[in-house]
């Protein structure tokens, strides 16, 4: 059994930054790929950044590239997602995804991921 819990979230200004966290237990391991996932009200959940173990790849939405940076500490089985320069349209609930088979191309797809963290949420004001 794997459990990931999210923290971080918090309400900023536009411009402001947040690092956001997701501490894994259970069976996870550094063989895992990783990921972030947002919803905005009304809206799909989306992929916002993903590691992927397989390929050792980092990958990232359109909308955060060069704003945000994902990265592991596999020691503390925890995942960060530092996000710099936010604007409203980053609010959401922010959801971390593990799994330890995900293709590279699928990255952003939900179904690719079996375990999911609660969420926490993340406001932007402007």
């Known amino acids: 059994q794997v459990q990931l819990v999210e923290s971080g979230g918090d309400s900023v200004q536009a411009g402001g930054s947040l690092t956001l966290s997701c501490t894994g237990s259970?069976?996870?391991?550094?063989?895992?790929?990783m990921a972030w996932f947002r919803q905005a009200p009304g809206k799909e959940r989306e992929g916002v950044a993903a590691m992927v173990s397989d390929d050792g790849s980092t990958n990232y939405a359109a909308s955060v590239k060069g704003r945000f940076t994902i990265s592991k500490d596999n020691a503390k089985n925890t995942l960060y997602l530092q996000m710099n320069s936010l604007k409203p349209e980053d609010t959401g609930m922010y959801y971390c995804a593990a799994d330890r088979y995900v293709w590279r191309g699928r990255w952003s797809q939900e179904d690719e991921y079996t375990y999911w963290g609660q969420g926490t949420q993340v406001t932007v004001s402007s």
């Open positions: 259970g069976y996870i391991n550094s063989e895992y790929s």
